[in-house]
């Protein structure tokens, strides 16, 4: 629930932005612009050195919010008993983790325990304890 509500935060800030000052199509407008400046060779409103800094910091920014928000996401679905499978309520024993799980172990900054159901198909990871 908390990453839909942070996304229905961000997204009315924008809405509201947008409806009380048009601010958002205006910065939409000047980011084409730019883009259209520098593939013409023109002047655009900033240096190219300040527009290319400027999108890359747009785009550092959007993709950090989406990697924060699925791990967010995850976490809140992650087994916190990692004895007991979520789906089926049996036991589970320790599997080792993937390299893509250990990134993910780092980037949530908690240490995690890769199961897999002994009574049914279900992997996943829980939260060590
Ligand atoms: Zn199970």
Same mark, same amino acid.
């Given at each position: 629930?908390?990453? !839909?509500? &942070? /996304? !229905?935060?961000?997204?009315? @800030?924008?809405?509201?932005?947008? *409806?009380?000052?048009?601010?958002? &199509?205006?910065? @939409?407008?000047? @980011?084409?612009? %730019? +883009? &259209?400046?520098? #593939?013409?060779?023109?002047? &655009?409103? !900033?240096?190219?050195?300040? +527009?290319?800094? %400027? !999108?890359?910091?747009?785009?550092?920014? +959007?993709?950090?919010? *989406?990697?924060?928000? /699925?791990?967010?996401?995850?976490?809140?679905? #992650?087994?916190?008993?990692?004895? =007991?499978?979520?789906?089926?309520?049996?036991?589970?024993? =320790?599997?080792?983790?993937?390299?893509?799980?250990?990134? +993910?172990?780092?980037?949530? %900054?908690?240490? *995690?325990?890769?199961?897999?159901?002994?009574?049914?198909?279900?992997?996943?990871? /829980?939260?060590?304890?």
């Amino acid at each position: 629930m908390r990453p !839909v509500a &942070s /996304a !229905v935060s961000v997204a009315s @800030v924008l809405l509201g932005l947008e *409806l009380a000052t048009k601010a958002i &199509s205006l910065a @939409v407008g000047r @980011v084409g612009s %730019g +883009f &259209s400046a520098i #593939m013409n060779g023109l002047d &655009s409103h !900033v240096s190219t050195t300040r +527009f290319v800094c %400027g !999108v890359l910091l747009l785009v550092l920014g +959007f993709l950090t919010w *989406l990697v924060v928000t /699925a791990l967010a996401y995850a976490e809140q679905h #992650m087994a916190r008993n990692g004895d =007991r499978c979520p789906s089926c309520k049996g036991g589970t024993h =320790r599997v080792k983790r993937t390299k893509t799980q250990k990134i +993910f172990e780092r980037l949530l %900054g908690r240490e *995690l325990s890769a199961r897999h159901g002994e009574e049914c198909e279900w992997s996943g990871l /829980a939260l060590k304890y």
